[in-house]
């Protein structure tokens, strides 16, 4: 018997998921025992680690994925240099959990998003949908010796789905309840969010890209005051909302778009940060932080509002559970809480889910169930034909 073959048998494994986001701050890792699979999945968070990148890195990515910019000799190479951060990453969890790598069945890596076309474009005859993740799933493998799954949107996309968001089936599985009606947002460099009606179910789930989260914000602190983000959004707190400047941003013909949707940096990146600083002209620094950081806030209000609460008829939204970097930003959470009353506004920390470690266990979970043979994709929030399994093994 293969050493995978064990694996697929096994009723209970032990799981690494690694992420990195849209916003290339760093690696997060997770180490997970996993019983069971699908609806049936049961999980127990044992590690978490948080792996810095060396300095220089993140601009170099950012500089070389945007669109036109990147030459495929420096995207091939980022391709294997980032794999071999995943590694250091997962190797600097074992070592700080004291886990042995022969005790790891497997890995699941969302790896690092440099682009994200949803939208079809006619070529030569087809329709294309593409999407591109580098950290070459087969080098983590090999430099870790964990059998590695990873690349789980393309199959999606195959399927004519938009291939994001994915951690709405984590939220599913994570987060479902018999007596609340909740919305699970996670604000990373682009927010999402999931509307889980009570004893929702897999065909019932709604969820999209909401458009910006961190992404502006990071981009201007960088800009103005050389700073990667707004700790607790004291920048944006000591501003003014700009009024003329956010009804100009909101105009973005994202936030109009049906469903399904997903976006990226290709669309709230470099050139709409410049758009940003060109209508601001003459504006007071800390004014335009507050004015991107409502933004955020504004448009996740609004399209929950446009494409998720007629869902609810009218029951009201009971509960807002966020996740991810923006939910230490207090300027923001205040806006969300002033938009969303009287929801009860928390942390997923509050329910058992640490928010830094949310993502990488949604790919925790993705690998377990891509070894199980399970589908993990959801038809009702990315638009695709069916449902399918996700993800590609390397051993």
Known sequence: MTRLERIIRKKERTVIGIMSGTSVDSVDAVLVKVRGSGLDTRFRLLAFHRHAYPAGYRDFVLKNSLPGAGSVDTISTINVLSAQF??????????KSGTPASSVDLIGSHGQTVHHLPQPAAMFGKKVRSTLQLA???????LTGIITVG??????MALGGQGAPLVPYFDLLAFR??????????????????LLKKNAAEKDLLALDTGPGNMVIDALMQHFYRRPYDRNGSVAASGRIIPALLTELVKHPYFTRPLPKSTG????????VRRVLHRARGARKQDVIAT??????????DQFNRYLRPALKKAPLQELI????GSYNHALMDSLRRCFAPALIMHSDELGVPSDAKEA????????DTVSGVPSNLPSVTGAKSRTVLGVIAQ
Do not use: Y
């Open 292 to 301: 991107v950081t409502e933004l955020t806030a504004l448009t996740v209000w």
């Open 136 to 142: 070459d799933p087969s080098v983590i493998a090999k």
């Open 177 to 194: 309840s018999k007596k609340h009606h909740r919305a699970l947002l996670n604000i990373g460099g682009i927010a999402n969010i999931t």
């Open 361 to 368: 266990l949604c790919f925790a979970l993705l690998a377990n």
């Open 86 to 95: 995943f590694a250091d990453a997962v190797k600097a969890l074992l070592r």
């Open 151 to 156: 690349n789980f949107r393309a199959g999606d």
């Open 322 to 325: 966020v996740s991810g970097g």
């Open 265 to 272: 940096r290709e669309e709230f990146g470099s050139m709409f």
